[in-house]
């Protein structure tokens, strides 16, 4: 058992840690819903800040669905007290369809259909964790952020041809462990 001691030597490495994994696809996550970069970076200390302290008295056994867990709980707080302070600001016309148009999305989604998402989104980040941190990262900004190859790159200070080897070798290993299965 590790004494108090030995958890304060610890913790500055697996906060060091943490922050390599998920900073930037936490930054990515919060810039393309916000558009706001200071405020990205808020969200994305305080998700950082949770998910340590989580780990401090809880063994987590998918990370990186708790942490986008986390974020997500954190952009809904944020939106909702955002949207108390200031209820009578203006909307803009495109981002009043765009909201109607995701309502009607929605409507359209069963629990069923839900469950299932999750699922196999579960099972492609499990199968992920099999990849190397950084291959794992760039895929999941390209694939699921929707983020482009020239914006991982600057974001992660890489060549764009990186990016394409990257995104290249996730997309043949999730195809290999698919068994050419079609998601």
Request: hydrophobic fraction near 45%; proline fraction near 3%; glycine fraction near 4%.
């Amino acid at each position: 058992m590790m004494q108090a001691g030995e958890k304060l030597a610890v913790a500055p490495t697996i906060a060091r840690d943490l922050d390599a994994r998920f900073r930037a696809p936490l930054m990515a996550f919060f810039l393309q819903r916000l558009r706001d970069h200071a405020l990205a970076q808020d969200l994305t200390q305080e998700t950082l800040l949770r998910l340590f302290v989580a780990r401090q008295t809880t063994a987590i056994e998918n990370l990186e669905s708790y942490v986008f867990k986390i974020a997500i709980n954190l952009l809904r707080d944020h939106k909702s007290a955002q949207s108390r302070r200031a209820p009578y600001l203006f909307v803009p016309i495109e981002e009043a369809v765009a909201c109607e148009h995701e309502q009607q999305l929605v409507e359209y989604l069963s629990p069923e259909r839900v469950l299932l998402s999750k699922d196999t989104l579960a099972d492609v980040l499990r199968t992920l964790e099999e990849l190397g941190p950084r291959t794992r990262d760039i895929f999941v900004l390209f694939r699921l952020e929707r983020m482009k190859q020239k914006e991982i790159a600057e974001l992660l200070g890489i060549g764009r041809s990186t990016v394409e080897k990257h995104v290249m070798k996730a997309m043949l290993f999730l195809a290999a462990r698919n068994g050419g299965r079609n998601s």
